[in-house]
């Protein structure tokens, strides 16, 4: 018959085993998501009118290589929102809702041509093109 320590002692290291597993899982998580070039956008900080699409290092993107990307919007304003769109498609790729405000990362794989960011309730002064070079 199984004593009550040696019953605590085996859900102790259960926890330990689970904990383990769970961590190591988060971590190949996270480089699987880090393998990809990182590109962030930002709309509306203190509700103002601007919206620009950069790289870490806060560069302007302008070009980049074909391949797959992870996106960081930073939404910051409910009168603005952050839509990118390919031109070359015709096809909006993804869109904040105006009224939202916060963080999101979407990862996506660009192919060659030009895309186009904008506000949509102000595209007409709210906006930025880019191109994507073939890989």
Not at 32 to 42: D, E, H, R, S
Not at 44 to 51: E, W
Request: net charge positive; hydrophobic share 40%.
């Amino acid at each position: 018959m199984t004593d009550y320590r040696t019953l605590l002692m085996i859900a102790a290291m259960s926890r330990t085993l689970l904990a383990a597993a769970l961590a190591g899982t988060f971590a190949l998580a996270g480089v699987a998501q880090a393998q990809n070039p990182v590109l962030i956008a930002k709309v509306g900080l203190h509700n103002s009118y601007k919206i620009a699409l950069r790289t870490p290092d806060g560069k302007l993107v302008r070009s980049i290589p074909a391949g797959t990307y992870s996106i960081v919007v930073h939404d910051y304003s409910r009168f603005h929102n952050f839509a990118l769109g390919s031109q070359t498609e015709n096809k909006r790729l993804f869109t904040t809702g105006i009224r939202w405000v916060g963080t999101r990362t979407y990862t996506l794989t660009l192919g060659p041509g030009n895309y186009a960011y904008a506000c949509s309730a102000h595209f007409r002064t709210m906006n930025g093109t880019f191109v994507v070079t073939g890989g």
